[in-house]
């Protein structure tokens, strides 16, 4: 019901289905506490939510139409299955820790010495310590999903003082969340068959 109501300027009375406002429409009595009331309500939209009965739109909830719970129910199976997949897991996870390294580094100028030369990074993430070439200098990257900060550190202490490597760890912090984030959004980005791109994207 409260999908029907028009939000147009000028009528728009500013009610959402929205966990609170669906909790205000509830209360029986102003007066008493009513915040158990507004955490179960929250609570069973966002399982109802999650059985796909209803939709997420931003912080409102509607109810899920025969051709959203089929969307659904297909991105639900193409999560799952990334997420049972660590092969894929680690690949994307690396791609992405590359790539922000990439953006974070782009455009660093470094000018060493006296002479002012110009010096530019070479990032590195193999297993083996990076090649020392010509002015560049290497940065070489490792994370906790692949590697440990003590052997990070003790290849560091091992190259000694004059080495030119710039030694970065990553270390490896909420895996679950990680792996979550990252099989939404390749469930989200994948075609369905027939379909088109999914509509979460």
């Given at each position: 019901m409260i999908g029907q109501l028009k939000t147009e300027s000028g009528a728009d009375i500013g009610v959402r289905a929205t966990a609170e406002h669906i909790s205000d429409l509830l209360v029986e009595d102003l007066t008493a506490d009513n915040g158990k009331l507004r955490s179960d309500v929250a609570a069973h939209l966002n399982a109802l939510a999650d059985e796909g009965v209803l939709m997420r739109v931003g912080s409102e909830f509607r109810i899920q139409t025969e051709e959203g719970r089929a969307w659904d129910d297909e991105f639900r199976k193409r999560e799952t299955k990334f997420k049972n997949n660590a092969a894929d897991f680690d690949e994307q996870r690396d791609q992405l820790l590359g790539a922000e390294v990439d953006r974070a580094l782009k455009g660093v100028k470094l000018i060493q010495g006296q002479a002012k030369v110009s010096r530019s990074l070479v990032t590195h993430r193999g297993q083996e310590p990076p090649q020392v070439a010509g002015d560049s200098i290497?940065?070489?990257i490792r994370d906790g999903f692949s590697s440990t900060e003590?052997?990070?550190t003790d290849a560091a202490i091992a190259a000694g003082m004059d080495s030119p490597t710039i030694y970065v760890f990553i270390?490896?912090?909420?895996?679950?969340?990680?792996l979550s984030a990252i099989a939404t959004f390749e469930a989200a980005n994948q075609d369905h068959p027939g379909q088109g791109r999914s509509r979460y994207y």
């Open positions: 290497p940065v070489w003590k052997a990070m270390p490896k912090k909420s895996r679950e969340e990680l």
